[in-house]
C-alpha cells in the first residue's frame, strides 16, 4: 500500500504513510472551518479520513436565518493524501498553514468557492485524552487559526459573496483517536454513569493579535482541560492563565447570550475579554458532530455517496434536539480595548454545578 506521500521523509512508524501507526478503528485525520459575516449568515464545513475504516468524507452546511442546508459526501478512501478531495469537494493548500481554497462543485443546489488566508500562526494546542473508565474515548493533537474569507457561496441560485472585509472565521486540523463511524457494542455500563460535560471553545481575531481559549468541565467543575492563549503577528504565544468564565444564559434556556472572560497575563496583569453570543449552528444537525443521528463521520455510505439536508430550527422536532449537543456561535467580543470576531463555541450538557445546572433538564432562570 504504498503511496505519493512515501516519497517524501515524513514517516513516523515503521509503516508506509497510508497506513494508522494503531490499529484503533477510530483513528482519525480531520478539518474544520466555519465561516461568517458577522451576524447573517454562517457556513462550516470539514472533511476527515478513517484509515482504519476504509472511507472519507466531507460536509458544508449553511445557517440563514431559521434554515439549516447541509452537503454530505462520502466516497472509499484512497492512497493520495496529496489531494484532499471527496466527490466534488476538495481543499487545496495554497500556501501550508497560511492559505487554503475549499471548493465544493454544485450537488443538488449548493457550491462554494471559498479562499482562507489566517491572520496569524496557528496555535498548536495541548494534546486532548478522555477515557471511559480504562478505555481511551478521546486521544487527539490539534492546531487553530483564525483569519478571514473570499470567495462565494451560492444556494438554489442564489450567490452569496465572501469577501475579506466582512467575513471572519477560524478553523483547526486535530488528528487521533475519537469516536467515528457505526456504534460499536459498548460493552459494561459506565460506572458512575456519564452524567454531563461542560464544554467552551473561543477562538477570536482581533486587529492585533488573536486569542485562542479552550476549556472542558467535569459536572462539579473540576475542570479537566485548560488553555488560554493570545498569539502575537510575530509568531509570540502568551499563556493567558486559568480564566474564570461567567456565561448568562437566554432566560428558561441554556442558550447563552454573553460571556465574561477573566484571564491573567504572563506577569501577573488581569485581561479580560468579554464576549456577546448570537446566531448559532448546532453541530449535531447536519454537520456530524456530537451524535448527530443524520450525518456520523466515518460511516460508510457506499461509493460516491452525496446529499443535501435541510432543516428547519423551528420545526418541534429539530427544535428539541438542540439542548444536547454543541453549537456554534457568531462571536463578537472585546478586550483591552479592542474589538474581535470569531466563534463561541459552547455546550453545558447535563449537569454542571458551577452553572447551577442540577440534571439534564435544568435550565437558566
Known amino acids: 500500500m504504498v503511496g505519493p506521500l512515501d516519497e517524501f ?29 458577522r451576524g447573517d449568515v454562517v457556513v462550516i464545513t470539514g472533511a476527515g479520513w478513517y484509515p482504519n475504516l476504509g472511507t472519507k468524507d466531507a460536509f458544508l452546511l449553511v445557517r440563514r436565518g431559521d434554515v439549516q442546508t447541509a452537503v454530505h459526501l462520502s466516497d472509499a478512501i484512497d ?4 489531494r484532499q478531495r471527496v466527490g466534488g469537494y476538495r481543499i487545496e493548500v495554497v500556501e501550508p498553514l497560511r492559505r487554503l ?9 449548493v457550491a462554494a468557492d471559498l479562499t482562507w488566508t489566517g491572520s496569524f500562526p496557528v496555535l498548536h494546542e ?14 487527539a493533537q490539534r492546531f487553530a487559526q483564525v483569519g478571514v474569507w473570499e470567495g462565494e457561496v451560492s444556494v438554489d441560485g442564489e450567490r452569496i459573496a465572501v469577501t475579506p472585509e ?34 467552551l471553545y473561543v477562538p477570536v481575531r482581533f486587529d492585533g493579535f488573536a486569542v485562542v481559549l479552550i476549556l472542558q468541565e467535569d459536572p462539579d467543575g473540576r475542570r479537566t482541560l485548560n488553555d488560554c492563549s493570545r498569539i502575537w503577528p510575530d509568531g509570540r504565544v502568551e499563556q ?16 447563552p447570550t454573553s460571556a ?53 430550527l423551528t420545526d418541534d422536532a429539530v427544535a428539541a434536539r438542540l439542548p444536547f449537543g454543541v453549537v456554534d456561535h457568531v462571536a463578537r467580543a472585546t478586550c483591552d480595548g479592542h474589538e474581535g470576531w470569531g466563534l463561541f463555541e ?15 433538564f435544568a435550565v437558566a432562570p
Request: proline share 10%; with cysteine.
Open 166 to 199: 466582512r467575513w471572519v472565521g477560524t478553523r483547526d486540523r486535530s488528528w487521533g483517536i475519537r469516536p467515528v463511524g457505526e456504534a460499536v457494542p459498548a460493552g459494561r455500563p459506565t460506572d458512575p454513569p456519564f452524567d454531563g460535560m461542560w464544554w
Open 240 to 255: 493567558l492563565g486559568w480564566p474564570r468564565v461567567a456565561i448568562t444564559y437566554a432566560p428558561g434556556t441554556r442558550v
Open 101 to 109: 481554497r475549499v471548493v465544493l462543485e454544485e450537488t443538488e443546489g
Open 9 to 37: 521523509p515524513v514517516h513516523q512508524v515503521a509503516l508506509p504513510v497510508e497506513w494508522a501507526g494503531t490499529s484503533d478503528r477510530n483513528f482519525y485525520d480531520r478539518c474544520y472551518l466555519n465561516a461568517h459575516d
Open 346 to 360: 459552547h455546550a453545558a450538557l447535563g449537569r454542571h454545578d458551577p452553572s447551577g445546572f442540577p440534571d439534564w
Open 260 to 312: 465574561s472572560i477573566a484571564c491573567t497575563t504572563p506577569d501577573g496583569e488581569p485581561l479580560v475579554i468579554e464576549v456577546e453570543a448570537s446566531m448559532g449552528v448546532p453541530l449535531h444537525i447536519g454537520a456530524g458532530y456530537g451524535g448527530d443521528p443524520d450525518w456520523t463521520h466515518g460511516t460508510w455510505r457506499g461509493e460516491g455517496f452525496a446529499e443535501r439536508v435541510t432543516y428547519d
Open 126 to 139: 495541548p494534546p486532548h485524552v478522555m477515557r471511559t473508565g480504562s478505555r481511551v474515548t478521546l486521544d
Open 79 to 82: 492512497g493520495d493524501r496529496l
